[in-house]
């Protein structure tokens, strides 16, 4: 009797760091939703999920009840310049997580901060969202941004690329005023060594050239947009880039901002605030210099975003696989983890189903960056990084901003970075 005893103690007392009861667990790789599921929490990753029924006997540090509630993987800005500044991880990083961002991707800046920050994170992993950076962008002899970007030639690229390489870059961020020469270069250096680039696509070569370059992702819609002059080679391109494995990551809210900006409109969200000073001159100075367009000038900047809106459209109809991104910090009056927001709906605003973008969010940068076993959907044995919403997000992709609770490597995220 006393054998039996035991043996069924030790059955019920298997513990958890975190478990969340009845929760619906939204599946976005799939597009379905899974009710009443239970999502148990060790360390920082997901030991296991089950059915939930009633209580049963479950041991944890934090028991979350997800009833009413729905759960997604920690969404990624594909898009971000976070890695100007080495403070910027204790003003800029909160904020991603508090709005339910637990990845990014920096697409230029310091190389050192990078690094640093990426050690920091390791100790820390609670309150850094996971970064993947290029450090710096790879550009022709005069670069756009001289104090972030490295002028690359056909004699000093494999310097230059061994270089970043040591250093432990996770891509290489090319930059729009690259020769094709060079790009040909970083091409062939990029199979050799199986590293990605990813970008602008250059001034001088054209769309076809960048997706038969092997170049991962279009950063933007520079280049793309004069695609949209012609339908027979906007087709064929998709096919080029389809063949090629080509990304757009759009960054839709830069010309939504863009468009504002050419009626005198600026936007001040409260987090503005809260930004780095020297983001917020930055910005402020750019609205003192700035000119309202008038006329024509309106109706020509009217019709060109509702063409952006268009191109983007095109690209998810012929399923060239899309990423979320802001350009936080590369555009003014964007906001890390607000205008994350605002890009989704802009992306259900151009007629993507919810589902879908939400994929976008999260299971399409998993899979960008080889990293689908740890990431990208809520399963066994996965990383625990997980937001839960008060409101159904497939319903309206508006109710991704009624965030509830953020879950950074097993453990709740919340605003007190210095202090922990
Ligand atoms: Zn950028």
């Known amino acids: 009797m006393l054998i039996y005893f035991c043996i069924s103690c030790q059955q019920v007392t298997e513990t958890y760091d975190m478990v969340i009861e009845d929760v619906t667990i939204i599946d976005a790789k799939n597009s379905i939703l899974l009710p009443n599921q239970t999502i148990y929490i060790r360390q920082d990753r997901i030991l296991k999920i089950t059915p939930s029924k009633g209580n049963s006997g479950i041991i944890a540090d934090t028991t979350i009840n997800g009833k009413g509630k729905y759960v997604l993987p920690g969404f990624w800005d594909m898009h971000v310049h976070t890695c100007w500044k080495d403070s910027?991880?204790?003003?800029?990083?909160?904020?991603?997580?508090?709005?339910?961002?637990?990845?990014?991707?920096?697409?230029?800046?310091?190389?050192?901060?990078?690094?640093?920050?990426?050690?920091?994170?390791?100790?820390?992993?609670?309150?850094y969202p996971n970064l993947f950076g290029a450090g710096p962008i790879l550009d022709g002899e005069k670069p756009i941004h001289p104090a972030f970007?490295?002028?690359?030639?056909?004699?000093?690229f494999r310097i230059v690329l061994d270089s970043l390489r040591s250093q432990k870059v996770d891509f290489l961020k090319v930059y729009s005023l690259l020769p094709s020469s060079v790009l040909d270069s970083i091409s062939a250096y990029s199979k050799e060594k199986k590293i990605d680039f990813a970008g602008h696509i250059s001034e001088y070569i054209t769309p076809e050239m960048a997706a038969v370059r092997g170049q991962k992702s279009f950063e933007h819609l520079n280049k793309l947009e004069e695609l949209l002059d012609?339908?027979?080679?906007?087709n064929n391109f998709f096919g080029i880039a389809d063949e090629h494995g080509s990304w757009l990551c759009p960054t839709l809210v830069i010309y939504q901002r863009k468009y504002e900006m050419a009626n005198g409109e600026f936007f001040y969200h409260s987090l503005f605030e809260d930004l780095d000073k020297?983001?917020?001159?930055?910005?402020?100075?750019?609205?003192?210099?700035?000119?309202?367009?008038?006329?024509?000038?309106?109706k020509e900047s009217t019709l060109r975003y509702h063409k952006q809106k268009q191109l983007v459209k095109a690209f998810y109809d012929h399923q060239?696989?899309?990423?979320?991104?802001?350009?936080?910090?590369?555009?003014?009056?964007?906001?890390?983890g607000y205008s994350y927001h605002e890009e989704l709906k802009?992306?259900?605003?151009?007629?993507?189903?919810?589902?879908?973008?939400?994929?976008?969010?999260?299971?399409n940068p998993a899979v960008f960056l080889?990293?689908?076993?740890?990431?990208?959907?809520?399963?066994?044995?996965?990383?625990?990084?997980?937001?839960?919403?008060s409101e159904?997000?497939?319903?309206?992709?508006?109710?991704?901003?009624?965030?509830?609770?953020?879950?950074?490597?097993g453990k709740i995220a919340d605003k007190t970075f210095a202090k922990n």
């Open 88 to 127: 910027l991880d204790k003003t800029v990083f909160p904020i991603f997580l508090q709005y339910g961002i637990t990845g990014i991707r920096d697409l230029g800046g310091s190389l050192e901060i990078l690094n640093t920050f990426k050690n920091c994170a390791k100790v820390r992993a609670h309150l």
């Open 370 to 389: 080889g990293i689908s076993e740890s990431f990208g959907t809520i399963e066994a044995n996965k990383i625990a990084d997980l937001v839960l919403f």
């Open 320 to 336: 060239i696989p899309l990423l979320i991104g802001t350009d936080f910090a590369g555009m003014q009056f964007v906001y890390p």
């Open 346 to 363: 802009l992306m259900e605003e151009i007629g993507i189903p919810p589902f879908e973008i939400l994929k976008m969010a999260t299971w």
């Open 278 to 298: 020297d983001l917020k001159l930055e910005w402020e100075y750019l609205k003192e210099g700035s000119t309202p367009k008038i006329g024509d000038e309106i």
């Open 230 to 234: 012609d339908s027979d080679r906007l």
């Open 149 to 156: 970007s490295i002028s690359v030639t056909t004699n000093n």
């Open 392 to 409: 159904n997000p497939v319903e309206s992709i508006e109710n991704t901003l009624s965030i509830d609770m953020v879950i950074k490597s």
